[in-house]
């Protein structure tokens, strides 16, 4: 397909709630990743790769593994889900396979390749990127242009913008040969995507994470994957997006009434997840208020606030980096507008004891 936008694409409406229900707990996750157990267990680290992957240094983190969420439904979990280290996913009728996300480096993504070829999976016709960042988008490459690359307009435009970003901020990783793959067929509101009879609706949120998300939600599964929507266990990031907006992005996830939610970083989740993370960013607010009041500068804000029961959470040194974008929006700057990388990069690393943060990949 050529680089075209849908077209004839409807006003966004918010997404109605399905009917009442009972609540039903969350499908059994299966894992299928390196050290499940019984016959669903998938080859040990870096058994059968294909020979075009290239050499892996020994892994500083856990492989990744598949946990299959519903019939056809699956998730590519990477611990530890730090800097660089995303979910992904695949759906598949056995007919056609479409792909959520990619990864941060080729071999990762070869590696997401041979999961999905190893589950009986056909090769992917599809990929949509839930944004535009690195470690959601360098892996295209290993699927493309096989497979037609699909996202949000302001995804595309970002990722072309940005170049390999990832190399920019971590110049010493081996990403491997990374070419990049924006989105050829894009979107504005909403867009339905069909794999067999299995419904995948795309909603954009409107800036959240970025200018450019995409919620990727199986209305009859009740699964979402939520792109960096949502960090389970890791601290939200939202200087290149909306703070405001990322409070609105929840609400939206609401309305779906998933049962199963795939985060951007972290394990695979039920919606309770979304509480801990709206608290976040509801104190994130309030310590912009106060500081900004104060005529005190994010960093200074940072360094000194009581995280109390945000302490857990990995990554704290985003606290400053949203504090950037939270000042922004007070001061009137539009979501998503762009801010100093080097300030907030900067910034982060005095809170994280004056070294760079590491991408784990």
């Given at each position: 397909m050529g680089d075209s936008a849908a077209r004839?694409?409807?006003?966004?409406?918010?997404?109605?709630?399905?009917?009442?229900?009972?609540?039903?707990?969350?499908?059994?996750?299966?894992?299928?990743?390196?050290?499940?157990?019984g016959p669903e267990a998938a080859p040990p680290s870096g058994a059968g790769?294909?020979?075009?992957?290239?050499?892996?240094?020994?892994?500083?983190?856990?492989?990744?593994?598949?946990?299959?969420?519903?019939?056809?439904?699956?998730?590519?979990?990477?611990?530890?889900?730090?800097?660089?280290l995303n979910n992904a996913g695949f759906v598949t009728d056995g007919d056609a396979t479409l792909v959520v996300d990619t990864a941060a480096t080729e071999r990762r993504a070869r590696l997401l390749r041979h999961r999905i070829a190893g589950s009986g999976a056909p090769a992917p016709r599809m990929v949509v990127n839930t944004h535009h960042h690195g470690d959601h988008t360098y892996g295209n490459c290993v699927f493309a242009p096989e497979a037609t690359v699909v996202g949000h307009a302001a995804c595309r435009r970002e990722?072309?913008?940005?170049?390999?970003?990832?190399?920019?901020?971590?110049?010493?990783?081996?990403?491997?040969?990374?070419?990049?793959?924006?989105?050829?067929?894009?979107?504005?509101?909403e867009l339905a995507l069909h794999v067999g009879d299995i419904e995948v609706r795309l909603i954009h949120p409107g800036v959240a994470h970025t200018t450019g998300d995409t919620i990727v939600w199986l209305p009859r599964e009740r699964i979402v994957f939520t792109g960096d929507l949502v960090f389970h266990g890791g601290t939200p990031f939202v200087f290149m997006g909306s703070l405001s907006g990322s409070l609105r992005a929840l609400r939206l996830l609401r309305t779906l009434d998933a049962v199963t939610v795939v985060p951007g970083h972290g394990p695979v989740t039920g919606p309770e997840v979304y509480d801990g993370i709206e608290r976040y960013l509801e104190f994130v607010g309030?310590?912009?208020?106060?500081?900004?009041?104060?005529?005190?500068?994010?960093?200074?804000?940072?360094?000194?606030?009581?995280?109390?029961?945000?302490?857990?959470?990995?990554?704290?040194?985003?606290?400053?980096?949203n504090l950037h974008r939270a000042y922004a929006e007070l001061a009137g700057t539009a979501p998503g507008a762009p801010l100093d990388l080097v300030a907030g990069f900067g910034d982060m690393t005095v809170m994280n004891g004056g070294v760079p943060m590491a991408c784990h990949a």
């Open positions: 004839n694409t409807p006003a966004r409406t918010p997404v109605p709630p399905p009917p009442a229900r009972t609540p039903v707990p969350p499908p059994a996750a299966r894992p299928t990743g390196p050290g499940a157990p790769i294909p020979a075009d992957a290239p050499p892996a240094a020994e892994p500083a983190v856990p492989e990744p593994y598949l946990t299959e969420l519903a019939a056809g439904v699956h998730a590519f979990v990477q611990p530890d889900g730090g800097w660089c990722l072309l913008a940005a170049g390999r970003q990832l190399h920019a901020v971590w110049p010493e990783v081996e990403y491997g040969d990374i070419r990049l793959a924006a989105p050829e067929v894009t979107y504005t509101d309030r310590l912009a208020r106060e500081g900004r009041a104060a005529g005190r500068t994010p960093l200074e804000v940072a360094r000194e606030a009581d995280l109390g029961p945000f302490a857990e959470l990995a990554e704290s040194e985003r606290l400053v980096a």
